[in-house]
């Protein structure tokens, strides 16, 4: 008896999935919930695992193919002993060839002989004999030949193959392409900045750090700071947690913060949900939580819905200032950057602090400028006094 191994439903907003990477081979047995395929859909990468024991008897849908929510992957065959018609096929095929394979192989050997000079010449510099090219009408190689082709640029050695690498854009980042284009071509997006002393900030982390890691088995990070500071900017300033909706503006009443996180299949925005309830403790284990299944590929459909604001922080990386491009259809992304000691002028002395330039990205069709210029210095004045933010 065969089984179909079907396209799973992944959440109601998606229709289609790409296969990305079949991790059993035809003819490879497996277990019950042994994951069989890896598919991505434009927000999440899911492996698909197998509803019972048996062998992968016949892929349906090659990788790189798109393929709907319930479409069939693949036929699961419950018998190690049947092979899949397709593999006899190729079997027969390669034993019907296997002599002209030989004659071929022996009819090249002969007519690239080479001599033992030649031969030891190719192999202690560990080249590739058929990259040479011979001057013989008989195709021999000579030790000339050789020699003319270890003297020869890099750049001439190389084929078009080898100077450009072809790859197809994942769904992942197709979709994270054109969701930016059309954040730029759709809403007004204009960014304002400033800068933040980082110093009573560094202070609190180095004094409370071993008492809070005790507590809540985490480190005190930055971007608890960051995240409270953003829910009380917004219920300050609520046309930035806003959205427009068709002709109308959409006010939200609650704080579903975005978290942007980098992956090797692209940037992510897992979302802590009713931000504006949590305690730094559990924004800290959150964060760690998303940030680690977002690497590893395994966040649900559930991690990356909603989400009214973004913060992005490319201050991880070094950046000193950026323009983030809002996120659709939230109205403004906060990017924090990396932390500098520069020299700045308090109470009319020059000191050292340790600072960090801030940029709001916003739709400027729905926030003002005094509204966004607003909401990033209460930002700026709640992160320099972070005692606002721990209730002291």
């Known amino acids: ?77 419950d018998s190690n002993d049947s092979k899949p018609e397709s593999q006899k096929k190729d079997e ?53 030949d050789v020699l003319n082709f270890m003297n020869q640029k890099p750049s001439e050695k190389q084929s078009s193959k080898d100077r450009e690498e072809v790859v197809k854009m994942s769904k992942i980042r197709t979709t994270i392409a054109n969701r930016l284009k059309e954040a730029q071509n759709t809403a007004a997006i204009l960014s304002t900045f400033n800068e933040v002393n980082m110093t009573e900030i560094i202070k609190i982390r180095e004094s409370k750090q071993e008492d809070f890691l005790k507590r809540n088995e985490v480190k005190l990070g930055f971007m608890s700071f960051f995240v409270k500071a953003v829910v009380t900017s917004l219920q300050e300033y609520p046309a930035v947690n806003a959205e427009i909706r068709d002709d109308n503006i959409i006010y939200k009443n609650h704080f579903d913060i975005g978290i942007a996180v980098g992956t090797e299949k692209g940037l992510v925005v897992p979302v802590l949900k009713n931000a504006n309830e949590m305690t730094f403790g559990t924004i800290e284990k959150t964060i760690v939580e998303l940030s680690t299944k977002a690497k590893e590929g395994s966040l649900s459909m559930d991690d990356l819905s909603g989400g009214t604001f973004t913060i992005s922080n490319g201050g991880v990386y070094g950046s000193m200032l950026s323009t983030p491009i809002i996120n659709r259809p939230q109205s403004g992304i906060l990017g924090m950057h990396n932390i500098q000691k520069r020299a700045v002028v308090i109470n009319d002395e020059i000191v050292i602090r340790p600072m960090m330039y801030l940029a709001l990205s916003y739709d400027h069709r729905i926030i003002d400028g005094k509204e966004s210029v607003g909401f990033l210095v209460s930002i700026k004045n709640l992160l320099e006094n972070p005692s606002k933010l721990l209730g002291f």
């Open 1 to 77: 008896m065969t089984v179909q191994l079907k396209v799973p439903t992944l959440g109601e907003s998606i229709t289609e999935a790409t296969v990305s990477k079949w991790l059993k081979k035809v003819g490879e047995s497996f277990d019950i919930d042994e994951p069989l395929v890896e598919i991505e859909t434009d927000k999440i990468t899911v492996e698909v695992p197998a509803p019972s024991a048996g062998i992968l008897s016949e892929i349906k849908a090659a990788e790189g193919t798109d393929i709907n929510i319930g479409g069939v992957l693949a036929i699961i065959g």
């Open 92 to 144: 027969k095929k390669s034993n019907n060839i296997k002599t002209e394979d030989k004659a071929a192989i022996k009819i090249k050997s002969d007519s690239t002989k080479l001599s033992p000079s030649v031969k030891k010449l190719i192999e202690e510099n560990n080249l590739d004999e058929d990259s040479i090219n011979s001057k013989r009408d008989d195709g021999r190689l000579t030790k000339e």
